[in-house]
């Protein structure tokens, strides 16, 4: 019998820390480009800067209620010292600030490219990205650092981590496009609105693409070394007890469908030129599909993690 | 261990470099609580220990008054433990045998508990190398728990910070063995200083055979082993012959 150090609410932190991030570093990045995203940039900008910190908060809430003295949530803040969890909380704290500021430059009436807000904007965009970035990494980095616990025990599941993140920020925006912005009559903010997904699309095809060619390095490593690491891996290769979850729902429904379906929107448009087209019921189902896969993910590794052990004394 | 004067491992001075101010008041209070805890002689600079333990596994007879006289030392709420001692029973009839293995926090030389610490309640004492953890810093993120090769440390139930044996250091201060040496009813437990030479302890490491726990793990556990059997369940996956453990931990398998 194991017993779940970490159950459900670091999961759903992991996830939600993940995807928040995601969506503001995505954010960031599509504000401070120039050109790709035309007149599009300013809009899709705002659905990952107003949607990302809310999963943040709401996982930095769960988080905080998981820890056994959660009034004494503070004593991570009287020092830095380089445990991952330390610099990660710094990360986190500062982030959040910053995010919401990020966000209220958005909200503010009348709030448009030009405003008066768009210099702190941008400014705080170029460091948001890297701070959105250090939240996805930090959480591989922490369960990676552990030799204690061979599952975890490899500095590429950070990058999983990174990828997945990323890749769920672009979809939680994809999906406040298509609530916020997807309505216009408007045939010019349509054209924008089509251009953006498009773009949208491609990066997350080339995000999930990323994250597979991770996974399949994870899977090789574990194949290739012997001891603990090797054990540890049969939980989620075939036959494992996390093998179902991991390749159906994660591989399977989180990666394979999505990047299968995302191509075949994007190529005609990448390859031919031809015009790209969106459909409703794809730009809602892929990136469900999608946050689906990144809880499971978080999911699968954190239990994997916690029900394998070294194997000798 | 070098004579250092100052008591502070490479992480404290980081800290206080890092971020002076804050981090100084942090130490200085640990600094309080330790000095409370046990009193430098006077004068000449104190002499650095390096506290271990040595468990001849031939005199265990796997009885449990270790692990009964911890729970009382301690107070040790039901269902979790910082001492206990795991059976070991191998092979059928007639080829059979069973061995004990008493367990503890393993003081490391290298204590991965103390590495990913968070917030610095958990640190490795330069006087002694006890690893120890400041109940009034820990927030019970559970990190450690996680980070232990040994599975030594637990939330406590009923305070929700962390826990581990810490060698009985109250009693340690007082010139007195921990409280399982004490009550081991084998003599199957010598405790005592390993910096220095002429202690039974060192006299009895540099005579025998002896083995510590994982050591592919790194973390030069300062508790060793005389005749311990290191055979875990995992080995029943080659069917030759079958390893039986209980840990005797509520619901807690061998990690």
Not at chain 1, 220 to 233: C, P, Q, R, V
Not at chain 1, 278 to 302: D, K, M, N, Q
Not at chain 2, 106 to 126: F, I, L
């Amino acid at each position: 019998m194991h017993e779940l150090t970490w159950g459900l609410p670091v999961i759903a932190y992991f996830f939600l820390a993940g995807m928040g991030a995601g969506a503001v570093t995505v954010s960031g990045s599509v504000l401070l480009r120039k050109g790709g995203f035309g007149a599009s940039r300013f809009s899709v900008a705002r659905c990952g800067a107003l949607i990302g910190p809310i999963p943040v908060m709401l996982g930095t809430f769960l988080i905080v209620f998981e820890l056994g003295q959660p009034l004494r949530a503070g004593n991570l803040f009287h020092l830095i010292n380089l445990s991952p969890m330390s610099i990660g909380s710094w990360f986190l704290n500062i982030f959040i600030i910053l995010s919401v500021l990020y966000a209220m430059t958005f909200m503010l009436p009348g709030s448009s490219p030009g405003d008066r807000f768009s210099q702190v904007r941008r400014g705080l965009a170029w460091v948001l990205v890297p701070l959105g970035i250090g939240v996805a990494v930090y959480t591989g980095i922490m369960l990676g650092a552990m030799p204690a616990r061979p599952f975890w025990n490899s500095p590429i599941l950070a990058a999983l981590f990174t990828l997945s993140a990323l890749s769920s920020g672009v979809a939680s925006i994809i999906l406040a496009g298509v609530v916020f912005r997807r309505k216009s009559k408007d045939v010019a903010i349509r054209s924008d609105y089509e251009n953006s997904s498009y773009l949208l699309i491609t990066s997350d095809a080339l995000l999930i693409a990323g994250e597979l060619l991770v996974i399949f390095l994870f899977l090789l490593f574990g194949h290739l070394t012997i001891g603990d690491i090797k054990y540890a891996m049969l939980a989620i290769l075939p036959g494992g007890q996390m093998a179902l979850l991991f390749w159906g729902l994660v591989v399977g429904v989180g990666l394979l469908i999505p990047l299968i379906i995302e191509l075949f929107q994007v190529m005609p448009k990448l390859l031919h030129n031809r015009e790209f087209k969106t459909i409703v019921s794809l730009e809602v189902a892929v990136p469900l599909a999608i946050l689906i896969g990144g809880f499971t993910l978080r999911y699968t590794i954190v239990v994997a993690g916690q029900i394998t052990a070294p194997t000798t004394l | 261990m070098s004579n250092n004067s100052k008591p502070v491992t490479n992480r404290r001075a980081f800290v206080q470099k890092l971020v002076g101010g804050v981090a100084a008041t942090t130490v200085a209070s640990s600094a309080v609580a330790l000095s409370s805890a046990e009193t430098p002689p006077e004068g000449k600079k104190a002499k650095l220990k390096s506290y271990a333990m040595l468990i001849d596994t031939r005199r265990c007879i796997g009885c449990h008054t270790c692990s009964v006289s911890c729970k009382s030392e301690f107070d040790v709420p039901l269902g979790v433990t910082r001492s206990w001692v795991e059976y070991t029973e191998k092979g059928t009839y007639p080829n059979v045998s069973r061995h004990f293995l008493p367990r503890l926090c393993n003081q490391c030389r290298h204590p991965q508990c103390v590495d990913v610490c968070p917030t610095g309640a958990t640190y490795k004492r330069p006087q002694d190398g006890i690893v120890v953890v400041d109940s009034g810093q820990c927030i019970g993120c559970k990190y450690c728990i996680q980070a232990c090769p040994y599975d030594a440390r637990f939330l406590n139930p009923e305070t929700k910070v962390a826990e581990k044996c810490d060698f009985c250091i109250h009693r340690v201060s007082k010139g007195l063995v921990p409280s399982c040496v004490n009550s081991c009813i084998g003599e199957a437990r010598i405790f005592g200083d390993i910096s220095d030479p002429n202690s039974e302890i060192s006299r009895l490491l540099t005579t025998n055979p002896t083995t510590v726990l994982r050591p592919g793990k790194g973390t030069e556990p300062q508790v060793y082993y005389i005749g311990a059997d290191h055979s875990d369940e995992h080995e029943n996956n080659r069917g030759w012959y079958d390893v039986r453990i209980t840990t005797h931990r509520k619901e807690k398998g061998r990690r």
